[in-house]
C-alpha cells in the first residue's frame, strides 16, 4: 500500500522558517522524483520544487529560489522541504508527490499558515 504522510506544517509569522517532512512507504523510493506542490485557497495546485531520483538534482519555482530547499533522504525514504523568509504569500497546502512514469502518489497535504 503506497503512502505519502506530510508533517511540520503549522503557523509561522511572516520572515519565519518551517521545515516539511513527507515519509514514503509501499513503492521503491529511491526511483521515484519526488515533489512538493502546493494550493493556496481560490488557486490551482502548482509545483513548488523537484528532486530527481538519481543524481538528485533540484529544481524549483522562480518564486521560492534562494528562500525554498528540497532534499532527499533515501535511507530514511523522507523528501523535505525546508522553508525560509516565508511571507503571507506562502500559505497554502502543501502537498508531497512521488512520480515516475506512469506512477504517481500524492500526500494528504500539510497546511502552512503565513500570518502575524
Known amino acids: 500500500q503506497v503512502q505519502l504522510v506530510e508533517s511540520g506544517g503549522g503557523l509561522v509569522q511572516p520572515g519565519g522558517s518551517l521545515r516539511l517532512s513527507c515519509a514514503a512507504s509501499g513503492f521503491t523510493f529511491t526511483t521515484y522524483a519526488m515533489r512538493w506542490y502546493r494550493q493556496a485557497p481560490g488557486k490551482e495546485r502548482e509545483l513548488v520544487a523537484h528532486?530527481?531520483?538519481?543524481?538528485?538534482?533540484?529544481s524549483y519555482v522562480d518564486f521560492v529560489k534562494g528562500r525554498f530547499t528540497i532534499s532527499r533522504d533515501n535511507a530514511k525514504n523522507t523528501v523535505y522541504l525546508q522553508m525560509n523568509n516565508l511571507n503571507t504569500e506562502s500559505t497554502a497546502v502543501y502537498y508531497c508527490?512521488?512520480?515516475?512514469?506512469?506512477?504517481?502518489?500524492w500526500g494528504q497535504g500539510a497546511q502552512v499558515t503565513v500570518s502575524s
Open positions: 528532486i530527481s531520483s538519481g543524481s538528485g538534482a533540484r
Open positions: 508527490n512521488a512520480v515516475r512514469g506512469v506512477g504517481n502518489f
